[in-house]
């Protein structure tokens, strides 16, 4: 079975520009949530998508969106870039998701963002 | 608001060593408590625990969960150069998995 992919795994960027990055599950996850992890801050929740909808919401700011297709793929965008947002995006993917049982959650290798 | 806390930030062992490393967690509804080793990529999952005082095994990995008193161990024995990575708990609550900043193990050979 084939894990969680992600695109791009590395992108460059300059501040005010926006970004999309891409997420598709392992066959059959029906949830993807997504992550930043800086060194900082370490793993910290964006958002959790489950059946094309927003489940969960992490403590970040507006510019910070996704969205989630009928077939469990998922998109993060990020709009008017800062600095900050310097980071490892990691998606996950799990069957059912945390906001319903326990589930395990399988992680992409992540996208590298910088913002110049 | 939840929060996940772990120790050491930081370790150093020699190869053979056994290490334990902890996780304390305050999260409204647990649900249950994953062990993840990070190298230099995603992280990757070791072991999901959700009952009180069951062991889980995986060769010389090895991890218990205390829901009386709101932690987790994760020991490692015979350590290896190759189990020198990042060590993240998380844990899941009513809404999401809440992450500990991690437990940095370097093993010297």
């Known amino acids: 079975k084939a894990g969680v992919t992600q695109t791009p795994r590395y992108l460059i960027k300059t501040r005010g520009q926006q970004v999309t990055l891409s997420c598709s599950p392992i066959?059959?996850?029906?949830?993807v949530s997504w992550y930043q992890q800086t060194p900082g801050q370490g793993l910290q929740f964006l958002f959790e998508?489950?059946?094309?909808?927003?489940?969960n919401k992490g403590n970040f700011p507006g510019r910070f969106s996704g969205r989630q297709f009928s077939n469990s793929r998922s998109e993060m965008n990020v709009s008017t870039l800062e600095l900050g947002d310097s980071a490892l995006y990691l998606c996950?993917?799990?069957?059912?998701?945390?906001?319903?049982?326990?589930?395990?959650?399988?992680f992409g290798p992540g996208t590298r963002l910088t913002v110049l | 608001e939840d929060k996940v806390v772990q120790s050491p930030l930081s370790l150093v062992v020699h190869e053979g060593d056994t290490v334990t490393l902890n996780c304390s967690y305050e999260?409204?509804?647990?649900?249950?408590l994953l062990w993840y080793k990070q190298e230099k990529k995603a992280p990757t999952f070791l072991f999901m625990l959700?009952?009180?005082?069951i062991e889980k095994k995986s060769g010389r990995l090895s991890s218990i969960l205390d829901k009386k008193e709101l932690f987790s161990i994760l020991n490692i024995t015979a350590t290896q150069t190759g189990d020198s990575a990042v060590y993240l708990c998380?844990?899941?609550?009513?809404?999401?998995?809440?992450f500990g900043k991690g437990t940095k193990l370097t093993v010297n050979p």
């Open positions: 996950a993917s799990s069957f059912s998701g945390t906001g319903s049982s326990a589930d395990t959650q399988y």
């Open positions: 066959s059959g996850h029906r949830s």
């Open positions: 998508y489950f059946s094309e909808t927003q489940r």
């Open positions: 999260v409204t509804n647990f649900r249950s």
């Open positions: 959700t009952s009180s005082g």
């Open positions: 998380a844990v899941g609550g009513s809404e999401k998995l809440v």
